[in-house]
């Protein structure tokens, strides 16, 4: 197995996460060395049963971090080259790996070519870099303060591989790859096939929200890409009390998973938390088993181990809920909803103890009007995985082809001569063979 197999990734928004200000410091400020404080938390990733740093963007940028001024400096709010270089060396030291988020489908407008374009205008030697539109240049989205690059442009190609190799060099293991569904694909095979030649292991996760998933893996030479498709299907299932749609979803995910190995996540620093989009509280149990039993490269969203809660807003700011900052170390987070973290660190120990779920297929043996029930199998082995879910509030039974399972998690129970399972109102289970 490639090591990204292995990896379930515990995602922060560093900005958020650190208390960073709102916006750059003011020039001649001192950097803040915020970054070292993730250093402490390494061992509350570990604990959980994690081994990958997800990190948000930590890049030079005018706000949010998404609109990056400089590829190749960490936001002064954040710290330093230094202080990023230490947090990888701390995570090698406790076999974590650290992930970047990269954003290369467009810039803030003091990002210094495109301020060069403005200055000098065609005269730049950066002028192709962007697509002038009307008076002033295309964007993203209608964002006028996100300048789109102009991928056709080589030299854009060769800024983005430099970035990549740069930070490749000094220690992460990967990328996630920011809008990705808005960069065209043969600009993607483009970067990441030169990335290759030079870091063969490096991991290349892109942001997919819809479109062709398989397609950016086969044309566009990533390795994965969002799970968006499932994250939807998950919550949505649950609050309409309808297993037919995740059922459906995982066929899909089945098909996906015949081409790559999607990053799956419920929570992530774009959508609203898991715990507040959820109608039924009983109902995260649900959403993590999910999570954690189907393929994918999963990822915790920092915070949603133990239920936090953030509703996201389209407006100025509407992301600052999901987005919080955290306290300077975990025994900030007291003893709330220890529950969930404690359900998180058993999934995850599942998980563990069954490495081949990264490419399991799901077979759905019964799905009714409020249960759901899928197993899993290691074609490698005899090993097994069964699930079963009951969206509904009264007690309810399904079926899974008889077997010797074990109980592994949950109310519910799975009778190993019969098949039968038995599910409270609300109720879940796993087991496993052997």
Known sequence: MPWSDHAIWWHVYPLGFLGAERAALPPGEPPRHRLPMLTGWLDHLVGLGCNGLALGPVFAAETHGYDTVDHFRIDPRLGTEDDLTELIRSAADRGVRVLLDGVFNHVGRSFGPFADVVRSGSASPYANWFVPEGDDFRTFEGHGHLVALNHADPAVADHVVAVLGHWLERGVSGWRLDAAYAVPRPFWRTVTDRVRARHPEAWFCGEVIHGDYAAYVTEGGLDSVTQYELWKAVWSSLNDTN??????????????????????????????????????????????????????????????????????????????????????????????????????????????????????RTQVHTLDDTVLTYVLTDPGSDAAVAVGLNFGTAPATGAVPAAPWTPAAGDGSVDARSGTVSLPGLGWCVATVP
């Not at 066929?251 to 938390?273: E, I, K, S, W, Y």
């Open 243 to 360: 297993p037919h749609e995740l059922a459906w979803t995982l066929g899909r995910h089945n098909a996906l998973l015949d081409t790559f190995v999607p990053q799956t996540f419920v929570g992530n620093h774009d959508v609203t938390r898991i715990a507040s989009r959820l109608h039924e509280p009983r109902h995260l149990a649900h959403a993590l088993t999910v999570l954690f039993t189907v393929g994918g490269i999963p990822s915790v969203y920092a915070g949603d181990e133990r239920a936090w809660r953030g509703v996201k807003e389209e407006r100025e700011g509407g992301d600052d809920a999901v987005r919080p900052a955290f306290p300077a170390d975990p025994g900030g987070l007291g003893s709330d909803h220890l529950w969930v973290e404690q359900l998180h660190q058993s999934l995850v120990g599942l998980r563990r103890r069954n490495p081949w779920l990264v490419r399991a």
